[in-house]
Nanobody, 123 residues
């Protein structure tokens, strides 16, 4: 069983940048889809970005051009570079793994989740 641990969240002013990391332990992630979701207070979990084992990517329209998802399979680590942050990006960010290796926007398609890291963007 894999364990996912996010880090890198924090408080940043609008227009700033943060880089989130997700470290996996327990087994290799190199053959699976990895994704980032986020959840703001009072809202459902929202798809942010996903990356396949062969580095195909998909982004939510709201973050396209500002966020970049990447992975280092050798180090079993997933990243999310977030630039030009906006107050509406404020949320808890979660990394996740899909064992079926299909890029999917639905949270229910993902099998493993981290505990989340808080990102707060002030105006």
């Amino acid at each position: 069983q894999v364990q996912l641990v996010e880090s890198g969240g924090g408080l940043v002013q609008a227009g700033g940048s943060l880089r989130l990391s997700c470290a996996a332990s327990g087994r290799t992630l190199s053959s699976n889809v990895m994704a980032w979701f986020r959840q703001a207070p009072g809202k459902g979990r929202e798809f942010v970005a996903a990356i396949s084992w062969d580095y195909r990517t998909l982004y939510a329209e709201s973050v396209k051009g500002r966020f970049t998802i990447s992975r280092n399979n050798a180090k079993n680590t997933l990243f999310l570079q977030m630039n030009s942050l906006k107050p509406e990006d404020t949320a808890v960010y979660y990394c996740s793994e899909d064992l079926e290796n299909v890029i999917d926007l639905r949270p229910g398609a993902y099998d493993y989740w981290g505990q989340g890291t808080q990102v707060t963007v002030s105006s």
